[in-house]
């Protein structure tokens, strides 16, 4: 404990003063709520306390089959009571919780299921655009004007603890071992890049750095949840959007809701074209210690430029049937299909010991691919008359179809010599099925135990096929020796148990989750199977002290793993650049990762500070490796298992509103990495301290038109043979509503200042390479963003932003 209120007064000595005070004082609110004309009671109604100042949620409960409500724990103080439920309008009431009344009793609340004209009152309320809880952070994506035709990823620039690089590719504190899932769970989608998802289809993201054991602990670095738009009130309504950007980039979507009794209904349409032209260039430089001149060199310059269209069709659909106000089922499907096609240009120039030119070459890809990919989700939900006691039971079934074709073609400086033509085909299939049920029970109001069950089968099925054309015999010929057939199998059985409670102001969770993996990798071609099995305990501790109702300490410990997936298993070697070849090593094991973190949230008026510090001790880390063979000239990039890696650092992440029309939030993130292995006789480590930091402001400048300006850092970051370089952009958007707010308009600059690059240095003993990345990152988009019914009538009630903006306000009922 001393540690803790040592790292609390180092953080934040301004707030020496509140450690002291006394825990805030609570009362409880209740009621019941009652159809006024049949005065039979309303269940399932949803009764929030919201502070009056910015609407922000304090609490709430759920009416029960006889209309009756109990909210407990309300702090003191006075609240706007808002009452929503189907087929009725919003109900607004104000209620005051104090010492001289701690028990609020409303009696018998009238909801009238007619349509009634009344008064609109106001209620302004606006969420920040990134939002704290001890065990994570909450980006709200509909806040961020990326969102309005951008992707997540692209949204996620913004976020804290996240890096995301040029192509999309994320990371959480240095780590890419990232899980991604959608609405919890790992669907279709969530096998997307983030580069491939609407941000427009998403409301939140939940950054989760240390999950518990009630999580899948698959991914090192943390889970990234992202949290489906979804409408819940009655009618019909929804959103359509356009947008195009520069380099012909387009995107579109349609997504509406119908609610109506115990039935709701949600879908969906994306349709998105992907333009991103792009160049790099490496520059190589061979030693030859072995041969009779120790001093000789040699050097490789390589320019490519890419170009690459990707045509995307997103189809959603959904349904809720609530059989009692207790028992629900849902269903969803996901129908995903895509185009890409591209092209890749490589100019070899091969250079001497005094760097003039010895020879060149050209070898030219067209590269064609298409997928498919459809996602089922089943499920079931329960409550009990127990507050807080919940069944869910989800069955999901993924199923992923991609046909990969490649042509290549090689043309020598030498006048006599013919083209080389070669070419693949890839036939790829994904199929995973997953059941998981979950159970909590409520010991008592502090008290509770969840415990739940997960079993997940998939099998990864990728048959490639490499052609040479024989100019002898004028035709296509296979070549086996290149060719590869391999299957994945996978199946993960899991059982877990979270136990929680709390004491005076300490709150306390310990978890267990164990689980058995089987996993079979089969390289038919070349008849070798490779079965690895293995038990895992992942144990998981949270503690938290309130010190007060805006100040709070968390202690959080974990344990969790990384499989290795496709693109690391896969042994089919990619000749899209035959000096630089790339393949996956199917003996690959998985990493184990033990993860601490301690953390501090403090609140005030108009600011909030979320200061972390963290530590990660991994085994068998994964880690591209290069290798290069001087007799070929070729070098060879796989991945390899490294004995340890460390990274450990801290995290401050702040909010500040100057005024009610600027607000801005920032965080910055320093972190040290350790790597270190043995690879025969040869002992390899690298370290180094790294950090990145991220700042965005969003001014509303006038009603309704808001201007947000972001900038994102990264410093330079080791690797096991080098580092990547530094990357950095500002990008710029400005949206305005109109249409009495039933549209909005939208401009966004991406990378103002054409900055972002991905850059990096590798090493060997034989070899040291430089390579630069660039995708076209400056970028300008305008959109359009138009609310379906929005001005529907109350009958309809047909959207909810007005439900929660408009209806009926008394000071009692």
Not at 67 to 84: A, D, Q, S
Not at 297 to 314: E, G, M, P, W, Y
Not at 650 to 676: D, I, K, M, P, Y
């Amino acid at each position: 404990m001393k540690l803790i209120y040592t790292f609390i007064t180092f953080c934040l000595l301004a707030s020496t003063p509140h450690l002291l005070s006394a825990q805030q004082q609570t009362g409880s609110v209740s009621g019941t709520v009652i159809n006024s004309s049949t005065k039979e009671p309303v269940g399932m109604a949803s009764v929030v306390l919201l502070t009056p100042a910015d609407s922000s949620l304090v609490t709430g409960a759920n009416t029960d089959f006889d209309g009756l409500f109990r909210i407990e724990r309300v702090p003191f103080g006075r609240y706007l009571m808002r009452i929503t439920v189907v087929g009725y309008p919003t109900r607004f009431s104000s209620v005051s919780v104090s010492q001289e009344a701690p028990e609020a009793t409303m009696g018998a609340i009238s909801m009238n299921p007619r349509a009634t004209t009344l008064k609109a009152v106001e209620v302004v309320s606006q969420r920040e655009l990134v939002q704290f809880e001890l065990d994570k952070k909450v980006v709200n994506i509909s806040q961020d004007i990326a969102a309005e035709n951008g992707s997540v990823a692209e949204a996620l620039q913004n976020a804290p603890s996240v890096e995301v690089d040029i192509d999309g590719n994320v990371s959480m504190r240095g780590s890419s071992n990232v899980t991604v899932l959608v609405d919890g769970k790992r669907t279709a989608l969530a096998n997307l890049s983030l580069d491939q998802i609407p941000a427009n289809m998403i409301d939140r993201v939940e950054i989760i750095t240390n999950p518990s054991s009630k999580y899948d602990p698959e991914g090192t670095g943390g889970i990234i949840n992202l949290i489906l738009k979804k409408d819940k009130t009655s009618g019909m309504n929804g959103v359509v959007s356009l947008n195009a950007g520069t380099y012909d980039n387009y995107n579109t979507s349609l997504n509406l809701n119908y609610r109506h009794n115990k039935l709701s209904l949600n879908g969906g349409y994306d349709f998105r074209q992907q333009n991103r032209p792009g160049n790099s260039s490496s520059f190589r430089t061979t030693y030859f210690p072995n041969s009779t001149t120790p001093d000789r060199l040699s050097f490789l310059d390589q320019d490519q430029t890419r170009t690459n269209l990707d045509v995307s069709h997103n189809i959603r659909f959904g349904a809720d049937y609530y059989l009692t106000p207790k028992h629900t089922l849902s269903a969803s499907t996901l129908l995903r299909t895509s185009k890409e096609r591209g092209t890749n240009r490589i100019l070899y120039r091969f250079l001497g010991q005094s760097l003039a030119l010895d020879s060149a070459q050209t070898r030219t890809t067209a590269d064609r691919e298409e997928d498919f990919s459809m996602d089922y989700v089943l499920g079931y939900r329960q409550t009990f008359e127990r507050k807080g006691q919940e069944l869910t039971a989800d069955f999901i079934y993924t199923n992923h179809l991609e046909d990969e074709f490649s042509n290549f073609e090689e043309q020598y400086e030498v006048a006599d010599r013919l083209p080389l033509l070669q070419r693949t085909a890839a036939d790829n299939m994904f199929r995973r099925i997953v059941l998981q049920s979950d159970y909590v029970h409520p010991i008592s109001e502090e008290t509770k135990l969840e415990a739940g069950y997960r079993t997940s089968i998939q099998r990864m099925d990728t048959d490639n096929t490499f052609f040479n054309f024989d100019n002898t015999f004028g035709q296509w010929a296979n070549d086996e020796l290149r060719s590869n057939h391999f299957v994945f199998d996978e199946q993960v059985h899991a059982l877990y148990s979270n136990f929680s409670s709390k004491w005076n102001s300490l709150s306390y969770q310990v978890g267990l989750r164990a689980e058995q993996t089987l996993t079979t990798s089969d390289q038919r071609t070349q008849q070798e199977v490779y079965r690895n099995n293995y038990f895992s305990l992942f144990p998981s501790v949270f503690v938290t002290h309130d010190i007060n109702q805006d100040n709070k300490v968390q202690f959080s410990y974990s344990r969790r793993i990384n499989r290795p997936r496709s693109r690391s298993l896969n042994p089919f070697i990619d000749y899209t650049d035959p000096l630089n070849i790339r393949f996956g090593n199917p003996r690959l094991n998985p990493e184990f990762i033990n993860s601490l973190e301690l953390g501090h949230l403090r609140y005030w008026e108009n600011s909030s500070l979320n200061t972390s510090l963290f530590y990660r001790r991994t085994s068998n880390q994964v880690q591209r490796f290069r290798e290069f063979n001087p007799e070929t000239g070729v070098t060879t990039t796989s991945f390899i298992n490294l004995n340890t890696g460390s990274n450990y650092g801290a995290e401050v992440v702040a909010t500040h509103s100057f005024t009610n029309w600027w607000r801005l939030n920032g965080s910055v993130s320093g972190f040290r990495t350790e790597l270190n292995d043995s690879r025969g006789d040869t002992e390899l480590s690298n370290n180094q301290f790294s950090w990145n930091t991220k700042l965005n402001s969003t001014m509303t400048v006038w009603k309704d038109m808001a201007i947000q300006v972001s900038g994102q850092y990264r410093a330079p970051m080791v690797t096991i043979q080098g580092r990547m370089e530094q990357m950095y952009g500002v990008d710029l958007g400005i949206k305005k509503d109109v249409l009495k707010k039933q549209g909005t308009v939208s401009l966004r600059v991406t990378d103002i200042f054409d900055t972002r690059e991905f850059n990096f240095l590798s090493y060997g003993p034989d070899f040291e390479m430089i390579n630069r990345n660039k995708r076209q990152t400056q970028m300008v988009y305008v959109g359009f963003t138009y609310r379906i019914n929005r001005e529907g009538n109350q009958r309809n009630r047909d959207n909810k932003e007005e439900r929660e903006e408009s209806g009926e306000m008394e000071e009692g009922f």
